[in-house]
């Protein structure tokens, strides 16, 4: 079979050609901004790398008139903390004596819903290879997941495929998984969001960025070859709102091969050592159209690519297939002609495919590519790369002022039952069964995951310096108020950092939303927005970059607005990071509440499990008030014991605390609040749970009231396996075996990656 490309010089010929571009996901004043960009209809090639880059997921063309609010409010002070930032792979952080991190979150949310397993797993392998893009050693992944009702059917199908996916992918690599949430809502039942986070180390001097300069250098294809898997994923099926059968589009999702990403890791690392790459670029979304035009944008020449020396794993394919395939595990790198041999011999090295196919040429702003010796390209890449922006309609819905008028919560008449139901339910039992299923102390450097706030890595083993990462996101909280929902969900993922001990540095994000063209949808994205930038400036830590996903709906009904904010800390030994359980030391422990407690029920998991539906207003929150929880936490050295206080609220830390000491807790409710189930399950911000020995109480009140925190002692551990406030008595063992069956009886005989569950 012979590959007929449409050609250049066949689209000056044919001018009135018709063209897939509404298939492609372009609107038809896009495609004749392409032509009037061109002076010609576009090729195939060109029509399909224009639509690949144009749509929302590459150029961010609804969103990036709000996001541009980041960097209005990122102050001088905040800026020198980065040294990547918004628009590059990942954001790189300064943490001090040389050494850098690098984190970013990014959403995988159709294609897991499409084909789960390999949709979470490619969506690891990509967050991953962002890490690597920017010069880094992966260290660590994490998850954020939402799926519809736990025991929902098409959960069934969703839920085991997407941790299968995420364990296979991140235990092959050798990468512990340190932490996640999982949410179970009806809001996700058609649109799962599978968010991945990736954490990367380096040596400041060792970074590197996405450009193609220097006229001559080559381009070079290395990692895996190129197939058909994964063509329209982030133009077609990123755009998707999901109606019935949409889960068949399996074409368009990417399949993974962990191994060959292990191998690609380590071949990268001995080429950034060598000294041999001037840019580099990873092949996600969009593939080498994305990777190409990228990299020609951001450079001072232009670029010419041949396509007949892309290694290929399939035949006959054409030059708009070649160029949209996102097929994984695979990198592009820039490369002076003096260093391509030994570029070559290390790809040789860790037997990973190599392949020079372009270079960089002496006329700007100009990418020409070439296939079976004609020209299927000559495009300027400033356009591909920066796409049209969209000043889409927002206004605050017609339903919200209904929304936010509450509707008081069922008070129970009995409190131990109460606290079997919310630590038995789907929204706040363990999730063993989950988390289980990923290796958490794989390297050795792993200091907390499992049954901790943040995780918590060491980064350095001569000085132990260490970071400690959290990510957290309420889509409850968020759509009765898009502005503050975003900062509760900044200021637990940064008080879960702060109770391990580290000092927050930085933000990362990936903001789920419904679909930008409707207009209640925009409103909640541009709020969420100036959320998280008005409170990251407040803080004073910068967000270093983000990830926007729209089209999150099935039909018309978009999910809840899910702002996933997720926070790095540096703490400078991770030998004092702060434990999560009580029983660590032989002493008895004496609990202390930090922060204060009011009748807040709108978006709580108790309003959502005694049937109170949504409604109301989320928590207050001042981030003034979680600085200085910061201050408390960072350098102290009388805590035993610290959980910050979220989802659930004091019942809720103060069982998960107990679950693994030998003994019980006995508490003292009348200092919290006069109404006790306002006391064990109020979800007010800017809480934390800290336990100490009796000896250093005094101190631990005195450093409280020394950082404006309000502290007040509400109980100690007992040797009894019973949990007790007020006449009330819980046996904690019963307690933890209802807490550990919730997800096991729902989703413990599925028979595979991708089984649907009877």
């Known amino acids: 079979m012979t590959v007929h490309n449409d050609t250049v010089d066949a689209a000056l010929e044919t001018p009135e050609l018709e063209q897939p571009w509404e298939e492609l996901g372009l609107k038809e004043d896009e495609y004749e901004k392409i032509k009037g960009i061109l002076g010609r209809r576009p090729t195939d090639a060109e029509l399909t790398t224009y639509s690949v880059m144009w749509s929302e997921h590459c150029s961010y063309k609804s969103s990036k008139v709000h996001l541009r609010y980041f960097g209005e409010t990122t102050t001088p002070e905040m800026a020198s903390k980065i040294l990547a930032g918004i628009g590059e792979n990942a954001g790189v952080v300064d943490i001090g004596g040389g050494d850098a991190v690098t984190f970013r979150v990014e959403s995988h949310n159709h294609p897991s819903f499409v084909e789960p397993y390999q949709g979470a797993a490619t969506g690891v392998g990509g967050i991953v290879r962002d890490i690597m893009a920017m010069g880094a050693r992966p260290i660590a992944v994490m998850d954020q997941l939402r799926f519809g009702p736990a025991d929902a059917a098409d959960t069934s199908r969703v839920l085991p495929g997407v941790v299968a996916g995420i364990g296979g992918y991140g235990n092959s690599l050798g990468l512990p998984n340190i932490g996640g949430e999982t949410i179970f809502d009806e809001a996700y039942l058609g649109n799962p969001l599978v968010n991945a986070l990736c954490v990367g180390t380096l040596k400041v001097e060792d970074l590197k960025l996405a450009f193609a300069s220097g006229a001559g250098n080559k381009v070079m294809l290395f990692g895996s070859r190129t197939g058909l898997d994964g063509i329209g994923g982030v133009s077609v099926l990123g755009s998707a709102n999901f109606e019935e059968g949409e889960e068949r589009k399996l074409p368009a999702v990417q399949v993974g091969d962990p191994f060959a990403e292990k191998v690609l890791i380590e071949c990268c690392l001995e080429l950034y050592d060598a000294g041999v790459v001037v840019g580099i670029q990873d092949l996600g979304g969009g593939g080498l159209a994305c990777a190409t035009s990228e990299l020609a944008a951001a450079g001072d020449g232009g670029m010419r690519v041949n396509l007949d020396n892309v290694p290929l794993r399939a035949e006959n394919m054409t030059a708009a297939e070649i160029l949209a395939s996102e097929s994984q595990e695979r990198m592009c790198a820039i490369v002076t002609p003096e260093n391509v ?285 979680e600085e200085r929880l910061a201050d408390f936490f960072v350098g102290n050295r009388d805590v035993t014991a610290s959980h910050d206080l979220s989802e659930g609220g004091l019942a809720q830390a103060v069982v998960e605390m107990a679950f693994r000491a030998p003994g019980g807790v006995a508490l003292d409710l009348s200092g919290v609040h006069e109404d006790e189930f306002v006391a064990l399950f109020s979800e007010s911000a800017s809480r934390a749970l800290v336990a100490t020995t009796a000896d250093k109480v005094d101190a631990v009140l005195a450093r409280a009231a020394e950082f404006g925190v309000p502290a007040v002692r509400i109980g100690e551990t007992t040797e009894a396996r019973e949990l007790t406030f007020g006449d009330v008595t819980v046996d904690l063992d019963e307690l933890k075996d209802a807490w550990k069956a919730t997800l096991p009886n729902l989703f413990g005989h599925a028979v595979g990656a991708n089984a649907v569950v009877e």
């Open 341 to 625: 041999e030994k570029f070559k011999a290390i790809c040789d090295k860790w037997e990973v495919t190599c392949a020079e196919i372009g270079e960089v040429t002496d006329e700007p702003d100009r990418l020409l590519v070439v296939h079976n010796g004609e020209v299927v390209m000559d495009a300027p890449p400033s356009t591909i790369d920066e796409g049209p922006v969209y000043q889409r309609p927002y206004a605050r819905p017609v339903w919200q002022d209904e929304l936010q008028q509450y509707v008081p919560v069922e008070r129970p008449e009995d409190l131990g039952q109460a606290l079997k139901d919310m630590v038995s339910s789907p929204h706040l039992c363990s999730r063993d069964f989950i988390t289980e299923q990923f290796d958490r102390y794989v390297r050795g450097n792993t200091v907390k995951a499992k049954y901790s706030d943040a995780g918590v890595l060491r980064i350095n083993e001569e000085t132990s310096r260490g970071v400690a990462v959290s990510a957290d996101a309420s889509g409850r909280y968020t759509k009765l108020d898009p502005n503050t929902g975003t900062r509760l969900a900044l200021a637990e993922a940064y008080r879960n950092v702060a109770v391990t001990g580290a000092r927050p540095v930085a933000v990362t994000n990936c903001l789920n939303y419904g679909s930008p063209e409707n207009p209640d949808v925009m409103w909640q994205f541009r709020e969420s927005v100036h959320g998280l930038a008005d409170g990251a400036k407040e803080l004073n830590i910068p967000v270093s970059g983000g990830n926007v996903s729209f089209y999150n709906q099935t039909g018309d009904t978009p999910i809840l607005p899910t702002p996933v904010v997720g926070v790095l800390g540096v703490i400078e030994d991770v030998h004092d990071a702060i434990a999560h359980d009580l029983g660590t030391v032989e002493e008895k422990e004496v609990l202390i509440l930090l922060g204060e407690t009011f009748d807040e029920f709108g978006g709580s998991i108790w309003q959502k499990i005694s049937g109170g539906g949504l409604n109301g207003m989320p928590p207050k929150v001042d981030l003034a008030n």
